[in-house]
């Protein structure tokens, strides 16, 4: 059995540690002993991107928010489906994760961070989403595991209404926010009903019809 290689560690801005191992030529992401993502298992995390930017790759100027850089997956994916003239802003709250992306020696994201329609904005994805009122066409936040089921204290902050009213604020008319979770949740989008939007749902496995089936709970904002 081939074994697991420590590469390296780094602490959240609320001590939560993040470590990065390499494995039969995957790279997984535990926190606190506990996988958070691997190389492996992207499928979620590519159709995050699919449904969030779906209807988007001919429409001119559109901008789009990616909450947590991870493994680039998602970023990745929003990429491939917008037109040459998209922006795609990547939040990431954790300075080592992009310095791992950007590592040449770990086979990561690299190379899509460097297509001309990406802004890397280290810090926290909240302040973004304030301080960008009607910018953006769709927003996707793979920021953590979920309303439920958190590893990281400090995420709380975007799924209680004030977060969930600034990803609305942040959209334009019409535009669509899209939470990543590992399982599903009734009441966050009850949540997210309340707070005005149209919800929707969908399963997405983990790998190809294997693994977990995680949920991708969707909110549009009316026109």
Request: net charge neutral.
């Amino acid at each position: 059995m081939k074994p697991y290689e420590r590469l390296a560690e780094a602490a959240a801005p609320d001590g939560t540690v993040l470590t990065l191992y390499r494995h039969d030529g995957a790279y997984l992401l535990r926190i606190d002993g506990i996988e958070l993502m691997s190389t492996r298992r992207s499928q979620s995390e590519v159709q995050l991107a699919e449904l969030a930017c779906r209807g988007l790759a001919d429409q001119p100027g559109v901008r789009v928010l990616v909450g947590g850089l991870g493994f680039g997956f998602t970023m990745r994916a929003a990429l491939e489906r917008l037109g040459p003239d998209a922006r795609v802003m990547v939040a990431e709250i954790v300075p080592e994760v992009i310095a791992w992306n950007r590592n040449p020696e770990y086979a990561l994201a690299g190379a899509a961070m460097d297509d001309p329609r990406v802004d890397i904005r280290e810090g926290d994805v909240l302040p973004l989403l304030r301080t960008h009122r009607g910018v953006f066409d769709a927003i996707m936040l793979d920021v953590d595991n979920g309303a439920e089921s958190l590893t990281t204290s400090g995420n709380a902050k975007l799924y209680v209404d004030a977060g969930i009213q600034a990803a609305i604020a942040a959209l334009r008319p019409g535009g669509r926010v899209i939470y990543w979770s590992a399982d599903a949740d009734p009441a966050f989008a009850k949540a997210l009903r309340r707070n005005g939007l149209t919800v929707t749902t969908e399963q997405s496995r983990a790998h190809g019809k294997q693994g977990a089936a995680h949920e991708l709970i969707a909110g549009e904002k009316r026109r």
